[in-house]
Structure formats: structure tokens, C-alpha cells
């Protein structure tokens, strides 16, 4: 059964400084990588979708990696700034296309000015 | 881009009593809509596949009697909690699978609907 795990599960940083969330499956036969970003009470925001035979995808102040065979993958924020604060969700689609999402508990991030 | 409605957004409702959430997808069709529950500082769990036409599949751990699913239409599938409990207060979001073959498969999300059952 496909688990995915994210850490930390929550982060303070200042503005301005880079980090790095984890996001690591435990079952390398995926069909693709998202990460989501969610305000408290709202709907989720696709930040960047990873097929499984790409490495990396990038989007202004993000990057995303993917190493397939090792189950990892990191979303890097640049230059960190207040309005980044949120809960930042990973997500695995299984092997196959059109099958429902499995998600990780989630990174919640707080940038402070 | 694609665009998925819910409605309501938030309702609160007496334990008892039902309450339906409509998942719309505005722009494109959906043969396929998920419905998720979400509790605090949690992950966001699969309840069920709703596919257009037929019943719905349901998780593991899931009441398909307490959880009632309808996808009657290509652009909505509608989620209807019976007989709502206060374990029942949870945050539903419903994503919509836009067909474009292969890898262009794409899921969009709505914005969620906050249940409160007092």
C-alpha cells in the first residue's frame, strides 16, 4: 500500500532565507508528483506536477525534484517571503493514469517578516 | 484553466439531519469526479470514485449508506451525508478528472466545503 510521508511537518524561517520540503512514497511505481499548496480552510493550489519520467519542474521561486527509484522528492523555495505561509502538500498518482491521488500529512510553513 | 465548483462552502447542520454538497466542474467534462475528507492537520483521505452512470466505488472504512453518491450528469456529482453526525465535521473536497488520454490526465480540485454538525 502506497504511504507518503512528508517532513517537517511544520517550519518557521524568516523571510528571505531558501528551504527545502521532503516528500518521500514508499512505492516507486508512480504515475506522476504534485505538489499543493492549501491556505487554512481553502481548497488546494497545484503548484508543480512531476511525470514519473521527469527529474525536476520549476516554477518562478519553486523547484520541484523527483528521484523515482529512491521514493523522494523536495520542493525548493527560494527567497522565502510572508505571503509562502501555508501548508504545502505532496501527492503520488498510482501507476496508472486517472486513479485518485494518495497525499502526505503535509509540511506547514511560516514565513515571518 | 479548468475550472471545479463546490456548493455549499460551508454549512453547519443539527446531528440528524442530511446534508448534500454538489462538485461541479465548469468548463470541461468529468467522467470521473473523487470526493476527500480532510481532518484537522491531516491529510486529505479518498472516500470514494464517483464515475458518471454508475455507482460510485468507496473505500475501505468508508458507508456507502451514510455517504450517498450521484453522478448523474458529465459535469456534476453530488455527496450527500445522512444522517450527520459530529464525527462527521470535516473538511470535503471533490477533484474532477479532465480526460485528455495518457498523461494529460489532470485532476482539478474545488475549493472545499467546511461541514460543521452540532
Known amino acids: 500500500k502506497q504511504e507518503v510521508t512528508q517532513i517537517p511537518a511544520a517550519l518557521s524561517v524568516p523571510e528571505g532565507e531558501n528551504l527545502v520540503l521532503n516528500c518521500s512514497f514508499t512505492?516507486?511505481?508512480?504515475?506522476?508528483l504534485q505538489w499543493f499548496r492549501q491556505d487554512p480552510g481553502k481548497g488546494l493550489t497545484s503548484l508543480l506536477l512531476?511525470?514519473?519520467?521527469?527529474r525536476e519542474q520549476t516554477s518562478g521561486r519553486l523547484n520541484a525534484s523527483l528521484d523515482k527509484s529512491s521514493g523522494r522528492s523536495t520542493l525548493y523555495i527560494a527567497a522565502s517571503q510572508p505571503g509562502d505561509s501555508a501548508t504545502y502538500l505532496c501527492?503520488?498518482?498510482?501507476?496508472?493514469?486517472?486513479?485518485?491521488?494518495?497525499f502526505g500529512k503535509g509540511t506547514t510553513l511560516s514565513v515571518s517578516s | 484553466g479548468a475550472v471545479v465548483s463546490q456548493h455549499p462552502s460551508r454549512v453547519i447542520c443539527k446531528s440528524g439531519t442530511s446534508v448534500k454538497i454538489e462538485c461541479r466542474s465548469l468548463?470541461?467534462?468529468?467522467?470521473?469526479m473523487f470526493w476527500y475528507r480532510q481532518f484537522p492537520k491531516q491529510s486529505l483521505m479518498l472516500m470514494a470514485t464517483?464515475?458518471?452512470?454508475?455507482?460510485?466505488?468507496?473505500e475501505q472504512g468508508v458507508e456507502k449508506d451514510k455517504f450517498l453518491i450521484n453522478h448523474a450528469s458529465l459535469t456534476l456529482s453530488t455527496l450527500t451525508v445522512t444522517s450527520a453526525h459530529p464525527e462527521d465535521s470535516s473538511f470535503y473536497i471533490c477533484?474532477?478528472?479532465?480526460?485528455?488520454?495518457?498523461?494529460?490526465?489532470?485532476?482539478?480540485f474545488g475549493p472545499g466545503t467546511r461541514l460543521t454538525v452540532l
Open positions: 477533484s474532477a478528472r479532465r480526460s485528455g488520454g495518457g498523461r494529460t490526465d489532470t485532476q482539478y
Open positions: 512505492d516507486s511505481a508512480i504515475y506522476n
Open positions: 512531476i511525470q514519473s519520467s521527469q
Open positions: 501527492a503520488v498518482s498510482p501507476n496508472q493514469a486517472g486513479t485518485a491521488l494518495i
Open positions: 468548463d470541461f467534462q468529468a467522467t470521473t
Open positions: 464517483s464515475n458518471e452512470g454508475s455507482k460510485a466505488t468507496y
